[in-house]
């Protein structure tokens, strides 16, 4: 969880699961199973082994010389188990990616009948994992006849040895069987004890894949010399702001001031930028070149916690958790009281919907609220970011995806949401930014033009060719103009 955001779109959401929940396992059984073998076996054995010497010391070591020749093939076994180890645990995580996705996207995956598709997909990944199981099984049970094979030449040097040494008069019958019995003894828990280096290895081939991700440095951390930031004025400037992605420029040479209270609208083409533009307010990421000022402090100065709380964000994406409605509102502010909750859900124009709901606020959404429809999801997410009452306002794509309807109370949700804030809000459909204070076209990841909605349609440039287009649009579908007569 202290990792930056750009480490979680590199790694897909099933592995991290499956590292989190099987390579674990894997580190737990082999831990537990060492600790306990080593402390139960190696106690008997050292005690075993003081009886073998003591009875005769002679044959001790003669019985002893066949406990190096079982280290190279332990070690080349022991290595095996801990590379298909690491394999199989590579695909049990793209099992979980396969489950993950199936059990998200199961409405499209039933909608285009990709059944047979998923299950087949899920087969072949599955059968790869069973095939280094398989594999990993082979080896460990190899090396016990391994093992077997190379301790019984000790026996029996030992037998040969000692029937001289009792033939000669040296050694009596008793004596022998009972060094004999010792030895027998001693090499069942050294037999053990050899078993649990392969538990072993298999646990290192888990704890390899843990440890890299434990070990992973957060790319967005505060300086030592942070400040911290009570309650912003809400005032944003990008000055010579670039941020790269892989040496590929994403935003390139911005600079852009966002004034208290002011109502500032991002359009551009998919991928100009506008969405990476806002994440580097947050510090979702972080700038390549220049810096992004809030109060006339850089945001990379400013303590994460103290900086994120000055922002509230409204995404394309309602994010929804399987919980109760209120829980939902509250999620940016676990102490807010019932009645607050109300407020704010009548703000958002929530209140009614919530009301008709079985249990009201305690109704339980299902996962990613399922159980509402777009525009009661994103009014939800309006309600959670009013609650959240934040200087400084991201919304992305808010309005995208509803009926127009829905669209219709989105938006006046989002006007009672916007009031007093400054407000940075990412749209392609033009009709929900008319009336903002200024709109900056992005092209490319650079600013091409940027005023007024009547100032740039005078200007004839990019953001009068995207209007027009819409506006087209909208006249072929016979659904009128959505905006007012073109100044």
């Not at 991928?271 to 109060?295: A, C, H, M, Q």
């Not at 339980?364 to 306002?393: E, F, M, N, T, Y």
Request: hydrophobic content about 45%; aromatic content about 8%.
């Amino acid at each position: 969880m202290t990792l930056s955001l750009g480490f979680f779109h590199r790694h897909r959401s099933g592995a991290l699961m499956s590292r989190v929940l099987n390579d674990v396992n894997t580190m737990q059984e082999g831990v537990a199973n060492v600790i306990t073998g080593v402390m139960r076996e190696g106690v008997t054995a050292l005690a075993l082994l003081g009886v073998v010497f003591y009875r005769n010391w002679q044959l001790a070591i003669l019985a002893f010389l066949a406990i190096p020749l079982t280290v190279y093939p332990a070690r080349t076994i022991g290595k095996r188990i801990k590379r298909l180890s690491g394999r199989s645990l590579e695909k049990l995580g793209d099992i979980s990616k396969i489950l993950q996705e199936t059990f998200s996207g199961i409405k499209v995956i039933k909608a285009f009948g990709l059944e047979p598709r998923v299950v087949a997909e899920f087969n072949a990944v599955n059968r790869e994992f069973y095939g280094f199981v398989r594999r990993t099984i082979k080896y460990t049970s190899l090396s016990s006849p391994v093992m077997e094979v190379i301790t019984s030449l000790g026996i029996a040097a030992v037998i040969w040895f000692g029937g001289t040494l009792v033939m000669r008069g040296a050694m009596t019958a008793p004596e022998f069987f009972s060094f004999i019995a010792a030895m027998v003894m001693l090499y069942t828990p050294v037999r053990k004890l050899l078993s649990s280096y392969n538990v072993l290895q298999r646990s290192l081939g888990a704890a390899e894949r843990v440890f890299e991700i434990l070990d992973e440095e957060p790319e967005i951390r505060d300086l030592p010399t942070a400040v911290a930031l009570d309650t912003a004025q809400g005032e944003v400037r990008f000055e010579g702001v670039s941020f790269s992605y892989q040496d590929e420029y994403v935003v390139r040479n911005i600079n852009l001031e966002a004034r208290k209270g002011e109502v500032v609208a991002l359009v551009g083409p998919s991928g100009s930028g506008k969405t990476t533009l806002v994440s580097l307010i947050t510090r979702f990421y972080d700038v390549s070149e220049g810096k992004v000022l809030i109060d006339g402090i850089d945001v990379r100065s400013i303590r994460t916690r103290d900086l994120l709380r000055q922002i509230s964000l409204v995404d394309q994406e309602t994010t929804l958790f399987n919980d109760t409605v209120a829980n939902n509102i509250r999620f940016g502010r676990p102490d807010a009281t019932d009645e607050e909750v109300e407020a704010v859900a009548r703000a958002a124009f929530a209140h009614d919907f919530i009301m008709e709901m079985p249990q009201g606020y305690a109704t339980c959404i299902g996962d990613r609220g399922v159980r509402l429809s777009g525009g009661q999801r994103k009014r939800i997410c309006i309600a959670r970011a009013i609650l959240k009452d934040s200087p400084i306002l991201i919304l992305d794509e808010a309005t995208s995806a509803l009926d127009t309807e829905s669209e219709q109370m989105v938006q006046q949700a989002i006007n009672n949401l916007m009031a007093n804030r400054t407000t940075f809000v990412i749209a392609h459909r033009l009709s929900t930014i008319l009336h903002a204070d200024r709109i900056v076209v992005l092209e490319k990841g650079e600013i091409v033009e940027q005023g007024t909605h009547r100032q740039l349609l005078e200007a004839g440039g990019l953001y009068r060719k995207l209007y027009e287009m819409q506006f087209d649009a909208q006249q072929r579908q016979g659904s009128g103009d959505p905006c007012p007569a073109r100044e």
